[in-house]
């Protein structure tokens, strides 16, 4: 697989993950169109940088159109479809190309691209390869929908890190309020009066009323310049990163981390974030303007008829260039709220049943490997298992595994302004210095939170060291989405031993000990989980588990835990080094009894790297390896 490049071509910028995304789809016996490429445009440089692929999940190519806009829906605005990416048999000539992109045009896809130039990737496919990854090369093209013509491209694989670099993160939050009215029985009028009440709400989110004010300070912007502009500390002309000097908190906020960590050289992904309130005038000529321009009339009449107003929580998200003007800010807002309305009216349809209407809301989310935010709908009166379906769309639309929860709601990515108030500290590994061994690191994917003595007013020093390594891994369960079960309490735990008969009715109440085995008895009663389980005749022995141990973080992500003795500790991930056979595990421990101070609980090692010789030579360990469901 290849890039042909021009240097003296356009340039495009291209996420490296792009071309994985693009190889899950390509089928050499199948020669056709595979999906949309995503990208993020610099109005600096007037670069694109494509971020992603949105794949077509359709039994065939000829819904082009409805696609693409089923894939804009799920995206934050600022990304938009850049291009396309198709296979061919034929070589990857510009002739070719342009006749391509002109059957595209005549789907309609030229309406919903917002420039003139489509980047166009050709994959060439041989049908006659019987290896699939060796059976296409690939050009990429730039083509001007206007002459018709098709140059080649200069495509440079730049890193997420660049992406993150050089936009801002914006989120935008309010309330609308959607009405409509209906005559009973009448369902087609009823749908159509739910598009109308949406287009009413877009319309209104476009007047000038409409303001966007920036969260912690004195900003109030609009989409339409007016004269009070020049009350503003800067210019609607200032690059929008000059926003971040206002906020009365910290610009930089925290990315949430691909993978449940830092990546394997120890760096950290962050995204200054700009969180917004969406606010409406209610006097002056702004407010004036969002009436009708007519004389009222009173019209009555008589009959049957719904009126129904339900409450719309707008929460949106897009991306925006650094340099971009401040006065793209409440453009790409706008276009994001109309989007996630246009969504929401997609929900509403979709989850009507029995007369009974569902109040759409609205999920981001960051799956591991994917460099920016999705978006879903869902009707908050059906369960995620009935979603299921509308899920694997989601799934093989952006390229995701399809034998894990990525996009349920408790997936949903926690913005930074909305962790306050946790009780228990999450992803207490995250910040920590590399463990020195300079091997492949392999952690925990996704999130937990960390469960020691003395929480939650119980007094379990001494004894309750497995409990908390247990509800520990509960919590990754819960917070993967594989459960909506709580973490369990030690009396739970105790009762779900007492009802396998693996203990007696006494054992509820008491402060008798449990060990890996009784943990993996309670993840499969409470859970349905099944664990496997690794023993090791001493500590010096779990030296020579890396390779089996990296191999679990890598395939199954789940916290480890283990029990020796009188001691049980959760281990999080593994440092190994294939060439010398060092290795450092990554332990959380369970006997810290102090409060959630991450700088005491990194800095005394209640959570950090540690070597083989923290394993008691004497001692017998048993390891409870939980074991993913296989579900989305």
Same mark, same amino acid.
Request: charged residues 15%; proline residues 7%.
């Given at each position: 697989h290849c890039v042909i490049t021009n240097m003296a071509s356009k340039i495009v910028h291209m996420l490296s993950v792009v071309k994985k995304q693009v190889d899950q789809h390509v089928k050499v016996d199948d020669p056709g169109p595979l999906g949309f490429l995503l990208g993020i445009p610099n109005t600096k440089t007037d670069i694109t940088t494509v971020v992603g692929l949105g794949a077509l999940v359709?039994?065939?190519?000829?819904?082009?159109?409805?696609?693409?806009?089923?894939?804009?829906?799920?995206?934050?605005?600022?990304?938009?479809?850049?291009?396309?990416?198709? #296979?061919?048999?034929?070589?990857?000539?510009?002739?070719?190309?342009?006749?391509?992109?002109?059957?595209? &045009?005549?789907?309609?896809? !030229?309406?919903?691209?917002?420039?003139?130039?489509?980047?166009?990737?050709?994959?060439?496919?041989?049908?006659?390869?019987?290896?699939?990854?060796?059976?296409?090369?690939? !050009?990429?093209?730039?083509?001007?929908?206007?002459?018709?013509?098709? #140059?080649?491209?200069?495509?440079?694989?730049?890193?997420?890190?660049?992406?993150?670099?050089?936009?801002?993160?914006?989120?935008?939050?309010?309330?609308? =309020?959607?009405?409509?009215?209906? =005559?009973?029985?009448?369902?087609?009028?009823?749908? !159509?009066?739910?598009?109308?009440?949406?287009?009413?709400?877009?319309?209104?989110?476009?007047?000038?009323?409409?303001?966007?004010?920036?969260?912690?300070?004195?900003?109030?912007?609009?989409?339409?310049? #007016?004269?009070?502009?020049?009350?503003?500390?800067?210019?609607?002309?200032?690059?929008?990163? !000059?926003?971040?000097q206002f906020v009365a908190r910290p610009g930089t906020e925290e990315a949430p981390k691909k993978g449940g960590s830092k990546d394997s050289k120890?760096?950290?992904?962050?995204?200054?974030?700009?969180?917004?309130?969406?606010?409406?005038?209610?006097?002056?000529?702004?407010?004036?303007?969002?009436?009708?321009?007519?004389?009222?009339?009173?019209?009555?009449?008589?009959?049957?008829?719904?009126?129904?107003?339900?409450?719309?929580?707008?929460?949106? #998200?897009?991306? &925006?260039?650094?340099?971009?003007?401040?006065?793209?800010?409440?453009?790409?807002?706008?276009?994001?709220?109309?989007?996630?309305?246009?969504?929401?009216?997609?929900?509403?349809?979709?989850?009507?049943?029995?007369?009974?209407?569902?109040?759409?809301?609205?999920?981001?989310?960051?799956?591991?490997?994917?460099?920016?935010?999705?978006?879903?709908?869902?009707?908050?009166?059906?369960?995620?298992d009935m979603l299921e379906w509308y899920r694997k769309d989601l799934h093989q639309r952006f390229s995701l595994p399809v034998d894990r929860p990525l996009l349920r709601r408790q997936n949903a990515y926690v913005f930074p302004e909305d962790r306050h108030g946790d009780i228990y500290l999450t992803n207490t590994h995250e910040g920590l210095p590399p463990s020195g061994v300079k091997g492949d690191v392999t952690v925990v994917q996704g999130r937990y939170t960390y469960h020691h003595y003395m929480q939650d007013r119980m007094n379990d020093s001494g004894w309750g060291c497995a409990y908390r390594s247990l509800q520990t891994i509960c919590s990754w369960f819960n917070l993967q989405g594989y459960t909506h079960r709580p973490v369990p309490t030690h009396r739970e735990i105790q009762q779900a031993l007492v009802d396998v008969g693996d203990k007696p009715l006494k054992f509820v109440g008491s402060r008798k000990w449990i060990g890996s085995i009784e943990v993996s008895t309670c993840l499969n009663q409470l859970l349905g989980v099944t664990s496997r389980i690794m023993c090791v005749n001493s500590g010096a022995d779990l030296g020579g588990k890396g390779r089996e141990l990296a191999l679990h973080f890598l395939t199954q992500g789940t916290p480890i835990m283990i029990g020796g003795g009188v001691l049980a500790h959760t281990i999080l991930g593994v440092d190994f080094s294939d060439q010398t056979g060092q290795i450092k595990f990554l332990v959380l421990d369970p006997h810290y009894e102090g409060g959630e101070d991450l700088s005491v609980i990194q800095g005394k090692g209640w959570c950090g790297w540690k070597g083989v010789d923290f394993w008691d030579k004497t001692t017998f360990y048993n390891l409870c390896l939980p074991q993913r469901p296989n579900i989305i």
């Open positions: 359709g039994a065939d190519g000829t819904a082009l159109l409805q696609e693409a806009e089923d894939t804009l829906l799920h995206l934050p605005a600022g990304i938009r479809l850049s291009g396309v990416v198709y #296979t061919s048999e034929n070589p990857p000539t510009p002739g070719y190309v342009s006749s391509q992109c002109l059957n595209f &045009i005549q789907t309609g896809l !030229k309406d919903i691209f917002v420039t003139t130039e489509w980047i166009v990737q050709h994959i060439q496919v041989d049908p006659t390869t019987e290896n699939e990854g060796d059976g296409h090369s690939s !050009k990429v093209f730039v083509y001007d929908s206007i002459s018709g013509g098709a #140059t080649p491209a200069d495509v440079r694989i730049v890193e997420e890190s660049s992406l993150l670099s050089t936009t801002l993160l914006l989120r935008l939050q309010g309330q609308l =309020s959607l009405e409509f009215e209906y =005559s009973p029985g009448e369902d087609d009028d009823m749908f !159509k009066a739910i598009a109308e009440g949406f287009r009413n709400l877009q319309e209104k989110v476009a007047t000038p009323a409409a303001i966007f004010h920036l969260t912690d300070s004195n900003i109030l912007l609009r989409q339409h310049e #007016t004269v009070d502009a020049t009350s503003l500390p800067l210019s609607y002309q200032d690059p929008c990163h !000059k926003l971040l120890g760096r950290s992904n962050a995204q200054d974030v700009l969180s917004m309130q969406l606010l409406f005038q209610q006097t002056g000529l702004e407010a004036i303007a969002m009436l009708p321009s007519c004389v009222p009339l009173i019209h009555w009449e008589k009959r049957n008829f719904h009126n129904v107003c339900l409450p719309v929580n707008i929460d949106v #998200t897009a991306y &925006i260039s650094r340099d971009a003007p401040v006065s793209r800010v409440p453009q790409v807002l706008v276009e994001a709220v109309c989007r996630q309305l246009q969504g929401m009216d997609t929900c509403l349809g979709m989850h009507f049943q029995g007369g009974q209407f569902c109040v759409p809301t609205a999920y981001h989310f960051l799956p591991p490997g994917t460099p920016h935010l999705l978006t879903a709908v869902y009707p908050s009166s059906l369960h995620d």
